[in-house]
């Protein structure tokens, strides 16, 4: 038997003979829905940029309202409703957040497994052309 016969035999060889045609399949799906893929490189650009200009941090205090609202009449002053609508609790909170429902333990514990769940849902998103994604939520 040649040392090339017996390269395959072990699970290493298998390994290293899948590689190729798996690389090829993720190449030919990313290619197919080369749109989803250019749509979530457009959002983790614009999520890195966010994060590395924003200033969300150094904002300057506004003024006290009680003090404009005493400058004008109330006649001028009209009542509004407004409705506040709240989404349920995201995919993103579910990962990186522990929450109210359960411990500090728990999310310690679960966190690493959670993020690499939450990884390979994204990566099977991506592949499969969905629009969806696991860690963008919410514009």
């Given at each position: 038997m040649s040392s090339?016969?017996?390269?395959f035999l072990g699970s290493e060889g298998v390994v290293v003979s899948l590689i190729r045609?798996?690389?090829?399949?993720?190449?030919?799906?990313?290619l197919f829905n080369l749109p989803t893929l250019l749509y979530k490189l457009r959002l983790a650009f614009k999520g890195?940029?966010?994060l590395l200009f924003c200033n969300d941090k150094t904002w300057k205090t506004?003024?006290?309202p009680a003090k404009i609202f005493a400058q004008q009449s109330e006649d001028k002053i009209q009542?509004?409703?407004?409705?506040?609508?709240?989404?349920?609790?995201?995919t993103w909170n579910d990962t990186f957040n522990k929450g109210k429902h359960r411990s500090a333990l728990v999310f310690i514990v679960g966190f690493i497994p959670g993020l690499i769940k939450a990884m390979f849902y994204e990566l099977y998103l991506l592949l499969s052309g969905k629009m969806d994604s696991w860690f963008y939520d919410a514009p």
């Open positions: 090339n016969n017996a390269s045609p798996i690389l090829i399949l993720i190449c030919g799906m990313l890195i940029l966010y506004p003024a006290d009542t509004k409703t407004l409705y506040f609508v709240r989404h349920g609790e995201s």
